[in-house]
């Protein structure tokens, strides 16, 4: 394929992901030009959808791969890059890859040899990513604690209760320090003039000051 060639097939590649993810959705043209309306796309109408799968349309703007994408409920990434049907594909003129190192390459994945510059573009994706994980760690350490802690105190025997409680204590130790981490982390990133995510409502207290204890109200 030739460099002039390449945005048009690119926009073809599209085309075909587009219309394969409408089938699958079970959605119209029309009612797709209608999902872009609402969500504030309206010059996206139903003659632009047939254009674009009959391959009369060659360019396609990233507003309305962004809002197509949610209207078919599919990842946009997806749209872009063949995964699951080619092994291959030219991510750029002339370069021909497998389709998962496109995505890759596309979302800020690719595995580097050392950590990325600080500052870059890719090592604040890999903070927030790293960030992404806390979250999860906590969410999961949290929920299970506080389930240990349910179970305790429906038991009705007594030795099983006291069991229990030890490993609720245990649990509840591990969902403390998952979540100071997460804590001194959102820290680091706001000293870096970054903006973490919102919490879950379950993981707010995270972002709360902490309180002194007695002994540090007395020093």
Same mark, same amino acid.
């Given at each position: 394929?030739?460099?002039? /060639?390449?945005?048009?097939?690119?926009?073809?590649?599209? *085309?075909?992901?587009?219309? =394969?993810?409408?089938?699958? *959705?079970?959605?119209?043209? @029309?009612?797709?030009? /209608?999902?872009?309306? =609402? %969500?504030?796309?309206?010059?996206?109408?139903?003659?632009?959808?047939?254009? &674009?799968?009959?391959?009369?349309?060659?360019?396609?703007?990233?507003?309305?791969? !962004?809002?197509?994408? $949610? !209207?078919?409920?599919?990842?946009?990434?997806?749209?872009?890059?063949?995964?699951?049907?080619?092994?291959?594909?030219?991510? &750029?003129?002339?370069?021909?890859?497998?389709?998962?190192?496109?995505?890759?390459?596309?979302?800020?994945?690719?595995?580097?040899?050392?950590?990325?510059?600080?500052?870059?573009?890719?090592?604040?994706?890999? #903070?927030?990513?790293?960030?992404?994980? &806390?979250?999860?760690?906590?969410?999961?350490?949290? @929920?299970?604690?506080?389930?240990?802690?349910?179970?305790?105190?429906?038991?009705?025997?007594?030795?099983?209760?006291?069991? &229990?409680? /030890?490993?609720?204590?245990?649990?509840?130790?591990? @969902?403390?320090? =998952?979540? /100071?981490?997460?804590?001194?982390?959102?820290?680091?990133?706001?000293? %870096? $003039? #970054?903006?973490?995510?919102?919490?879950?409502?379950? #993981?707010?207290? !995270? $972002?709360?000051?902490?309180?002194?204890?007695?002994?540090? =109200?007395?020093?």
């Amino acid at each position: 394929m030739t460099p002039d /060639q390449w945005p048009t097939a690119f926009t073809g590649r599209i *085309a075909r992901r587009l219309r =394969d993810s409408r089938k699958a *959705a079970g959605l119209t043209m @029309a009612e797709v030009a /209608q999902g872009c309306a =609402d %969500r504030g796309l309206p010059e996206f109408t139903e003659h632009s959808m047939k254009n &674009l799968e009959s391959g009369r349309k060659t360019s396609i703007t990233v507003a309305e791969v !962004v809002v197509l994408a $949610d !209207v078919l409920g599919v990842p946009p990434v997806t749209l872009l890059f063949p995964l699951g049907s080619s092994a291959t594909v030219e991510a &750029l003129p002339g370069r021909e890859v497998s389709t998962w190192d496109a995505v890759a390459w596309f979302t800020g994945e690719t595995p580097l040899a050392e950590p990325a510059p600080e500052g870059s573009a890719r090592d604040i994706l890999d #903070l927030f990513r790293q960030h992404g994980d &806390l979250v999860a760690a906590a969410m999961s350490s949290h @929920a299970l604690a506080r389930e240990r802690r349910r179970s305790a105190s429906t038991t009705l025997d007594r030795a099983r209760r006291a069991t &229990l409680l /030890q490993r609720a204590e245990g649990y509840e130790e591990h @969902a403390f320090e =998952d979540c /100071q981490e997460l804590r001194t982390f959102r820290g680091r990133m706001r000293d %870096r $003039d #970054l903006a973490p995510p919102s919490l879950p409502d379950e #993981l707010a207290f !995270v $972002d709360q000051p902490e309180t002194p204890t007695p002994s540090e =109200d007395s020093e």
